[in-house]
């Protein structure tokens, strides 16, 4: 079966590091649980950091900063409302007082031969994403492009001006047998809202909790 990340990067997808390769051959048949840690979790005044608040009940924003923060991910692919793959991203940060979770799906929108991200349950953001391989490493760099609010199920496009415009490089590390993640979300104005970086493996379902 092919990934909807083969299908975008269409032959760029084989210059992709052999693990990431691995990681992004996301089917129905073949998901991927990560565990690591969140060397740093910054960005955001305390004003940006009092509004992620409102999105904690939808599994997408929080307000939580901290270093050394355990990290887990889970990915799998389901079944869209018209038949397509649809790929579920669960990330969840164990703080010392709470977990918090950044939740999303992807899809492939054929017509535009572009990745749709839908941030939140139920989505409340997406964004069109743009995914382009680094030969010299085989990192993955993905950025965001087209923006909109999700209301009522419609899609209200918002200006660059009140874009969290998202940087995403993932790559893997040969000698320590490890991801390595890196998320900026930047405003034009309001500078850096969200960042963190870490490293985490891959594990198998069962042992995705363990400590």
Do not use: C
């Not at 979770?101 to 572009?114: G, P, S, T």
Request: proline share 4%; no cysteine.
């Amino acid at each position: 079966m092919t990934s909807i990340y083969q299908k975008v990067l269409g032959t760029q997808f084989h210059k992709l590091h052999p693990m990431l390769q691995h990681r992004y051959t996301l089917t129905k048949e073949k998901g991927f649980i990560g565990k690591g840690m969140m060397d740093e979790i910054t960005g955001g005044n305390y004003f940006i950091r009092k509004m992620f608040h409102f999105g904690v009940p939808y599994r997408v924003f929080f307000p939580e900063r901290g270093r050394k923060v355990p990290f887990l991910i889970e990915n799998k692919v389901v079944i869209g409302q018209n038949g397509e793959d649809v790929v579920e991203w669960n990330r969840t940060f164990s703080f010392k007082k709470h977990s918090r979770h950044f939740d999303a799906i992807m899809f492939l929108d054929e017509r535009n031969e572009e990745i749709v991200d839908l941030f939140g349950k139920p989505s409340i953001l997406g964004s069109t994403l743009s995914l382009k391989v680094n030969e010299r490493d085989g990192s993955l760099l993905i950025r965001s492009v087209q923006q909109w609010l999700v209301v009522n199920g419609e899609k209200l496009p918002l200006p660059r001006i009140l874009h969290g415009e998202a940087r995403i490089i993932e790559s893997y590390d040969d000698a320590a047998n490890l991801y390595k993640i890196q998320v900026e979300v930047k405003n034009p104005l309001l500078g850096t809202l969200f960042h963190y970086k870490g490293s985490f493996m891959e594990v198998e379902r069962d042992s995705q909790y363990e400590t």
